[in-house]
């Protein structure tokens, strides 16, 4: 098996080629969908934002000129599509408690350490939503997804700068709060 770059695979797509199309989904789609539920908290909106990122990839891909890096222009679409619905929404955009407490009911078929790691991944998501969006952005793309403040200007178009500032921030909240978690 051969790897395709991005490039390669888009040239393909465009050229509809819907095998070169799939690949480049699959390549991102678990990405963007981590992206999406910890920023929503919800499996189902994370779905369906995942769906709305890809659909408006495929309509605007013949706009997408490759001057850049392609996951930061994925990335970008994602983000705006996130914010977006979270706007729309206007509450607080991560899931309560109880809404995390029923989904990890209703799965109880699976193993324990599904269920460890499922309770690990409601403090982390529990933990984020203490943070604005802005700093939830930030620390998903440096924690999560492992960039720099180099890369994270690219994504994002706030410079290097203002992004760390924001991480260093958003780290600061975060302590307090696992601080608060823990002497409860």
């Known amino acids: 098996m051969i790897f395709e770059n991005d490039e390669g695979l888009i040239t393909k ?6 095998r ?11 990405r963007i969908y981590n992206y999406s539920l910890r920023m929503t908290g919800a499996t189902d909106e994370a779905m369906d934002l995942v769906q709305e990122v890809f659909l408006a990839v495929f309509r605007n891909l ?5 001057d850049g890096v392609f996951p930061a222009w994925l990335f970008r679409i994602a983000s705006n599509r996130c914010t977006d619905f979270l706007r729309r929404k206007n509450t607080n955009p991560l899931m309560s408690q109880s809404q995390l407490d029923t989904e990890v009911l209703l799965s109880s078929q699976v193993a324990d350490e599904d269920i460890q790691r499922e309770q690990g991944n409601r403090q982390v998501i529990k933990l984020l939503s203490g943070l604005t969006v802005e700093q939830r952005q930030i620390v998903e793309l440096k924690l999560f997804q492992h960039l720099t403040f180099d890369e994270i200007e690219g994504y994002t178009g706030l410079s290097a700068n203002t992004a760390k500032t924001r991480f260093y921030s958003a780290l600061r909240k975060l302590r307090s709060l696992v601080e608060v ?3 409860v």
């Open 13 to 18: 797509a465009l050229s509809g080629n819907e």
């Open 20 to 30: 070169a199309w799939v690949k480049l989904v699959k390549r991102y789609e678990k």
């Open 62 to 66: 013949p706009n997408y000129r490759g």
């Open 181 to 183: 978690a823990h002497a």
